[in-house]
C-alpha cells in the first residue's frame, strides 16, 4: 500500500561544531539535531550532519537521521539519508529511507521524501512510502 505522509518537524536541539575554515570565507562544520514529528508521523529523531558553507549563509549537507517514530498506529525506527541545501535563510533536503535499517512493525517500508524550512525551527515534510506486503523482509528463518 503507497502512502503519502505529510506534517511538520520541530528541532528541539542544534550543536554545530565548525572543523575547517576557509580562506574565502567558507567552512566545514558538523551537526548534531534533535527534532521531534507531528502530523501524519508522531515521535521523534536525531541527526548528524556534515555541513559544507560557501558562504555564511549558503550552505550543502548531507547526513543520517534516526527517527523513532509511529506511521498509522505501527512503531519503529526509520534511518534516512539526506542530501540538503541551505540557501536564502530556506534548508530544504531530499531524503530516502535506508529500509535495511528499519525496526520493529515498520521492517520493509520503502520511500523517500523531502522538506523545506518555515520558520521558529520548523519544517514541511513529505514521504511517500510504501508499507506493500511484498516488500517486508523476513528476517531469520
Known amino acids: ?3 503519502t505522509l505529510t506534517g511538520i518537524f520541530q528541532i528541539t536541539q542544534w550543536d554545530e ?3 575547517i575554515v576557509f580562506d574565502e570565507g567558507g567552512k566545514q562544520s558538523y551537526a548534531q539535531i534533535k527534532q521531534t514529528y507531528n502530523g501524519d508521523i508522531k515521535g521523534d529523531s536525531s541527526i548528524k550532519y556534515l555541513m559544507n558553507y560557501k558562504t555564511e549563509t549558503s550552505a550543502c549537507f548531507v547526513g543520517y537521521e534516526v527517527m ?4 498509522d498506529g505501527k512503531q519503529g525506527q526509520l534511518v534516512l539519508k539526506h542530501d540538503g541545501l541551505f ?14 535499517n528499519s525496526t520493529g512493525d515498520l521492517i520493509g ?3 523517500s521524501g523531502s522538506f523545506t524550512s518555515t520558520e521558529n525551527g520548523q519544517a514541511e515534510y513529505t514521504f511517500k512510502v510504501n508499507f506493500d506486503k511484498n516488500s517486508i523482509k523476513v528476517i531469520g528463518i
Open 87 to 100: 540557501e536564502q535563510g530556506i534548508a530544504s533536503s531530499k531524503f530516502d529511507i535506508i529500509s535495511e
Open 1 to 3: 500500500m503507497s502512502k
Open 17 to 19: 561544531e565548525s572543523h
Open 109 to 111: 517500508i520503502q520511500g
Open 68 to 71: 523513532n517514530v509511529t506511521i
